[in-house]
Every structure is written in C-alpha cells, then in structure tokens.
C-alpha cells in the first residue's frame, strides 16, 4: 500500500509508525509482520506480511498509520 502525507505538511520524511488492526472479534489473530519502506516527505509504502507462508487467508485487517516530526 502507497500511503500519501498531506500536501505541504513536512519539509522532510516524517517519522511513520504503523499497525495493523483486526476487524474480527471473537476469533484468533491472523499473526502478521508490519512495517513503513520508502519513506519521504510526499509518501510512504506500508508493508504487511503473513508470519507463516501458506497458512491461510488474512482479511479484515486495516493498517493504522501516524506521522510525526521531531
């Protein structure tokens, strides 16, 4: 996923946090890896990964992203 910052909003690539959230209640987790590649100052790629291969669909999962500077 290719997430955009808001126009004019830093001078520089912002610190990007990310996470996942399961929609699902009342089920087990599907386990998987999280993280922000190719970070600037315009736009950032969310990356999300399955931690075992092969084990099944992931879905109902959104991916909650923060941006800030220090």
């Not at 699902?24 to 987790?29: F, P, S, V």
């Not at 950032?44 to 800030?68: P, T, W, Y």
Request: hydrophobic share 40%; aromatic share 8%; charged share 30%.
């Amino acid at each position: 996923m290719i997430f955009r910052t808001l126009q004019d909003k830093f001078a520089e690539a912002p610190i990007v946090l990310v996470t996942s959230e399961h929609l699902r209640t009342g089920k087990e987790y599907d386990a998987a890896l999280i993280w922000a590649e190719d970070v600037t100052k315009d736009s950032f790629k969310a990356c999300l990964r399955e931690m075992q291969n092969f084990d099944g669909k992931h879905e109902d999962i959104d991916v909650v992203c923060s941006q800030v500077t220090l």
